[in-house]
């Protein structure tokens, strides 16, 4: 039980470094949003004045985006641990990765 546990700090640390990145891209691609189209983006998924297109290709840029500043700023911060904490790290990532999977073999 214990055992599951190990590497919380690490973990955290991605996670705040992650909720970071997807409030700044969130930011700059409102920023972004309002300087090419002249309008705020969509405020929520019931926002009427905003045609379904807009609120549609909002909703995927959003998600490339965010996840993608997510991504690069995860692999960012771990390479900025030492490499002791760096392999701790991905050591756990890993076991917990086979662990969701269950470990069943990946189709080919």
Partial sequence: MFGKHKGGSGRALKEAV?????YASRRALQIGWK???GKQPPAGPDDRQV??????????LL???ATTARMIAI???????PSSQRRS????????????????????
């Fill in 35 to 37: 300087h090419v189209t």
């Fill in 63 to 65: 998600g490339a985006v």
């Fill in 75 to 81: 692999r960012y911060a771990l390479h900025l641990l």
């Fill in 89 to 108: 790290l991905e050591g756990s990532a890993a076991a917990g990765q086979s662990e969701e999977a269950g470990d069943l073999p990946v189709p080919i």
């Fill in 18 to 22: 992650g909720l970071v990145a997807v």
């Fill in 51 to 60: 045609s379904l297109g807009k609120s549609v290709v909002w909703t995927l």
